[in-house]
Structures are given as C-alpha cells and as structure tokens.
C-alpha cells in the first residue's frame, strides 16, 4: 500500500504532519478528513511501496515492491551517521527497545504481526520510524517473514535482533522471543547507564575544573604580573612561567586546537586499521582499574547474549557469531572467532574457551558445567547475572579511585596559580615594609 506525506490543520487550527498508508491521494484525504484535519497537502513518500503514478487523471497501482529503494535506504543509513561497528545511538536503542514491548505485549494478546503493527504505527510520533514500521508492516503483507523484514533495515535492528526473531519464528514462539527481547535490552541499557552516570561526574568535574583554571590563565594572571612589572619588580620564576604560559594560550590557542584535531584524527585513522585496534583493545583490556571493568562488562554481555540466543533456539555455532558483535573489542572478538573454529572442527565449547587466555577460568568451568548437564543456557544465565553485580562493583571501584585523582591533580593545579600570583604580591609587601 503506498505511503503518502501531509500537511494541514487540526481541529484547534494549529499546523500539523505526518504520514498515512492509503490506496490514493484521495483516499488519504478521506481518511485523515475522519480525524478531523483539514489537509492541504498530500504526496506519495519517495520511493514508497506502491507509489501512486497518474495516467489519464486516474490513480493507479503499479507492482508491488519495497517501501524504500536501496538507494534511499543508503542515503538514510548515512544520514543517520552508522558507524563501520554497526553502533546505534543511545536514542535509537531506545526506541527500538519501546518498539520491542509494544510488540511483545500485543503478541502475547495473539494480535496478528501486522495490526499489532499497525496499531504501532498509529501512536508513533516519529516520522521516521513511522516510515520504517510502515516499511516492515508492507513486506510482512507481501509474504516476507518478520526477520527479514526487520533486516531491510539494519539500523535498528541488529544481528542479534533479527537472529532471535527468526528462531522465535521458525519454532512458533515469536511472542516469548520479543518478550526475552525487551527483557534483555531493558537490561543492558540499565547497566550501560549506571555506568556511563558513573563516569560523568569524574569527567563533568574535570572539564569544570580546567575552563575555571583557564579563565585564571587567560584573565586574571596576566592582569597582575602588568601590575608587578609596572612597578619595576623582577617577577618570580613560578609567576613569569605562569606569564608565558598564559601568553601562549591567548596567541596561539589555534595552534593547539589544530595539534589536537591533528592527533585524534591520526588515533582514529591507526584504531580504524585492524591491526591498530588490535593493539589499543588489547592495551585498554590490560589498563588498571580501567580493564577490568571493560572486561567484565563485555562478558556480560558476552553471556547474556549467549544466554539469550540460546534460550530462543539460535544453534551454538550462529551464537557465537552474532555475540561477537556486542562485545566492542577486538581482543574478544578474535577469541571469539577462534573458538568457533575450533567447535566447528569438533571441539566442544569449554575447551577452547579455557586455552584462550582471554576469558576468566569460571567462565570456562560454568560452560563445561553446563554442556555436561545440558543447562547451558542457565549458566550463561548465572554468569551473566554474576558479571553483571561485579561490573556495578568494579564500575564503584574505578570512580572511587578516579575522582580523588582528578582532585589531587586540580588542587595541584590551582595550587600552583595561586603560589604564582602570590610570591610577587608577597615580595612587594617586603619591598613596602
């Protein structure tokens, strides 16, 4: 059904848009004159499925095909600044979390995929996503399953997404899988968010502390050594250091911005190279403090998500494949690869998993636990869930020790400017007295 874009008035006459799937123009207009909005303007979506051509003043249907042309999809996709990770935005991940819990909800009400998502599509006020769940709702009717019709569109959902929905349809049970779905990502963000809160104290509290020692630097310090030299007094050798510094800020404060444009650009030419991420991952994995808590936070999403998948009936091999992707290090990504090798060759799962290196013996003995007992997935389970409290602890740890560091180094700092601005002003109370 093709999609049209429009504009007009409300009831309260104030401007309002959006879209709306109907047969024609006309149509379109009949429907929306129903919700009582008075149209003054409608035209098909570019690129939208069955998008209305005229021919002798009559509408017309053509053939069937997919709301967005490859080409528009990858304008979008470039628009919405996808990275070569395949990370989405924290407001992506939430919307598509929203999505997953309507989903799961009307499902579970045995609501047939596409009212559930038409139903979706009426309370959605964003009009992208609205395009895009009109999109998957459109291939749903033309025959394609519901996996790969979340797949046309990578991304909001993922590798993993699309993974677990295809298994939860290949074995009837969409409805439990979106409900494990939004579980799990439910999750995930409440972990992802307690640690980004974490770090943004430390971080807020320095960048704070540097523009107030700036504005010494680059207004009050040089005030009062003019006053001290307009006197005749010979400035001290911390004073005349503080003096030069601040003259550099202020006259070539450009040239530093590039040096530092310069250099971020270099790391992220070197990290975007295999062979660099490489080595920063595994150097961030071995930081102190610092590594342990990325380790322990990949590994419970490393679990969590085996767990996950497995519980959906995604088959070992595919798991590990699309766990990878969650990680957000390569160190772990190799490893990964390497133990699928290794278990496509014959091997079992623990085994390669402790000859890693990588990953901590208790994974390896939980997982050879439950291959043996046939509860791998409740292990995971328990070893996500055991991951997940020592990342909160080890999150704790690693701002407990930081914030009284980035204390230490700003009272130094400000320590230093207030010595500098002090010894001359002491000097020419000696010189008075």
Not at 191 to 202: C, E, G, S, T
Not at 212 to 231: D, E, F, N
Not at 324 to 336: F, P
Request: charged fraction near 25%.
């Amino acid at each position: 059904m093709p999609v049209f874009d429009w504009k007009g008035y409300n009831a309260k006459g104030k401007t309002v848009s959006g879209v709306v799937d109907a047969d024609s123009p006309r149509d379109a207009r009949v429907k929306l004159r129903r919700d009582h909005i008075m149209v003054t303007q409608v035209k098909p979506v570019k690129g939208s499925a069955g998008a209305v051509v005229k021919k002798k003043g009559k509408d017309e249907k053509p053939a069937k095909r997919s709301l967005f042309s490859s080409e528009l999809q990858e304008k979008l996709r470039k628009a919405r600044g996808r990275g070569g990770g395949g990370a989405k935005s924290k407001k992506r991940l939430e919307e598509v979390g929203t999505f997953t819990r309507q989903l799961s909800t009307l499902s579970r009400a045995n609501i047939p995929i596409t009212e559930s998502l038409r139903a979706i599509i009426e309370q959605t006020e964003n009009k992208r996503l609205g395009v895009v769940y009109r999109d998957i709702r459109e291939r749903i009717s033309q025959g394609s399953s519901t996996a790969d019709a979340l797949s046309a569109h990578p991304d909001y959902f993922d590798e993993l997404y699309v993974a677990m929905v295809r298994s939860g349809e290949a074995a009837g049970k969409l409805d439990e899988v979106l409900e494990r779905l939004s579980v799990f990502m439910q999750e995930q963000a409440r972990v992802r968010n307690k640690v980004a809160a974490a770090l943004a104290y430390p971080i807020i509290m320095l960048v704070v502390g540097l523009l107030i020692v700036s504005v010494l630097m680059v207004a009050v310090v040089p005030k009062i050594t003019q006053m001290i030299k307009g006197r005749g007094q010979e400035l001290p050798w911390a004073t005349q250091f503080l003096q030069d510094l601040a003259d550099f800020l202020v006259g070539w404060w450009w040239l530093l911005l590039l040096a530092v444009i310069f250099v971020a650009l270099l790391f992220n030419l070197y990290y975007s190279s295999e062979k660099g991420r490489l080595k920063v991952d595994t150097k961030l994995l071995r930081f102190p403090v610092l590594g342990d808590m990325l380790t322990k936070q990949a590994l419970s999403r490393f679990s969590q998500t085996f767990a996950t998948l497995l519980r959906s009936g995604v088959p070992v091999v595919r798991c590990l494949e699309v766990t990878k992707t969650v990680l957000g290090n390569r160190l772990l990504e190799n490893t990964i690869d390497g133990v699928r090798e290794k278990i496509l060759e014959g091997a079992d799962i623990a085994s390669p998993i402790k000859q890693s290196g990588v990953f901590p013996p208790l994974v390896g003995y939980m997982i050879a636990v439950g291959e043996q007992s046939g509860e791998l997935d409740s292990m995971m389970v328990q070893v996500g869930d055991s991951y997940q409290e020592e990342v909160e602890i080890a999150t704790n740890r690693f701002t407990s020790l930081i914030e009284p560091v980035i204390i230490l180094f700003l009272a130094l700092l400000v320590g230093f400017i207030v010595m500098a601005i002090l010894m001359p002003i002491m000097q020419m109370s000696q010189s008075f007295g």
